[in-house]
């Protein structure tokens, strides 16, 4: 191995621990799940917990951030030996947390790590969480709540309704209260309503006029105007957005344009489900987390789905409503989607 090779593995195994603490900062389960390996392990005997492969590593993740009111977690560098296509390392712990059942405190521990290189680069074959302190003295601060809140206020000052909730689970029972049985609805593409089950119970579910699923049987070559048509002006239009600002803007990117139209106006009545970690300060971040952090996420599932990549062909930016509560946005305290 070069002396640059091994500078290199050195740099991605400590950026693979980073994205660690990151996703789990963010709640972003399934991007925690990925950075291990197909029969990679998650072992925490001071909770007591062990998972194994992505799957297991994701259900139990969703199971234990539940639990929380609120967490912080700070990686410090530790070691890292290198042999060959496989590692080994330590990495160092400092965390604070408050359960919603109200069990807290703050505790320092360490992560004992295997790591093995992958097609996709390094990834975790296992990691051991151990305590090494802990203090469960009640907390004398508190987790800040009000940047959704502040949110809401600027998106409902701008003409948009607003909700916060919890979680997916909460999203889809409001999207199936707010949608009436029989209304024509459109679902723009998105990992937010796939991953929270919502796509499958517009189209899939029976309930409506799922307009996606009658245009899939349409002839895209003869029929391009009708289905234009259907997709731009439906009852409901559902989807969510690359970013929202503190500022009470929505941020839209597209490839095809398909829900632009919707979007824009359209719809009688547009439903965006967003997760907690796409409110942005203000209109410049939203752009830069539009091509820096959407744009290489949706690249890799377009290539996936579509067998080509993605673009931003199409950016819409929505800085109210003229007609009240036409736009509603459901706020999600947890992160989900791109």
């Given at each position: ?91 160092y712990i400092q965390e604070l947390a408050r359960t919603r059942d109200g069990r807290q405190g ?233």
């Amino acid at each position: 191995m070069t002396d640059f090779q091994a500078i290199a593995d050195r740099v991605e195994i400590e950026a693979l621990r980073g994205e660690f603490t990151d996703a789990a900062m963010m709640r972003d389960r399934a991007r925690l799940a990925a950075l291990f390996t197909g029969d990679g392990v998650l072992r925490m005997p001071d909770i007591p917990a062990e998972f194994t492969g992505p799957e297991e590593i994701l259900a139990g993740g969703e199971r234990l951030q539940a639990q929380w009111e609120f967490f912080v977690q700070n990686t410090h560098p530790g070691t890292i030996q290198l042999d060959g296509d496989t590692a080994t390392g330590r990495a160092y712990i400092q965390e604070l947390a408050r359960t919603r059942d109200g069990r807290q405190g703050q505790n320092y521990a360490v992560y004992h790590d295997r790591y093995r290189r992958t097609g996709d680069g390094w990834r975790f074959a296992e990691r051991v969480y151990e305590v090494r302190y802990l203090d469960t003295s009640p907390l004398a601060g508190e987790a800040p709540t009000d940047r959704l809140e502040r949110t809401a206020a600027a998106l409902r000052a701008n003409n948009f309704a607003v909700e916060i909730l919890d979680d997916a689970a909460a999203a889809r029972a409001r999207v199936a209260e707010l949608i009436p049985q029989g209304a024509s609805v459109f679902t723009g593409a998105s990992e937010t309503l796939r991953l929270s089950g919502i796509d499958a119970d517009i189209n899939a579910g029976g309930r409506y006029d799922a307009i996606k699923a009658r245009t899939l049987g349409m002839d895209r070559a003869t029929r391009a105007r009708e289905i234009w048509a259907l997709i731009g002006a439906p009852d409901v239009i559902v989807g969510s957005v690359a970013a929202v600002t503190e500022t009470g803007s929505l941020v839209v990117a597209s490839a095809s344009g398909g829900q632009i139209p919707g979007y824009a106006g359209g719809a009688g009545h547009a439903i965006w489900i967003v997760g907690s970690q796409k409110v942005v300060p203000d209109l410049g971040a939203a752009l830069r987390r539009v091509e820096e952090h959407c744009l290489p996420l949706e690249n890799v599932r377009a290539q996936a789905v579509y067998g080509r990549p993605s673009a931003v062909n199409r950016l819409l930016v929505l800085n109210g409503e003229l007609e009240p509560g036409r736009g509603t946005v459901l706020l999600l305290r947890e992160p989900i989607g791109f």
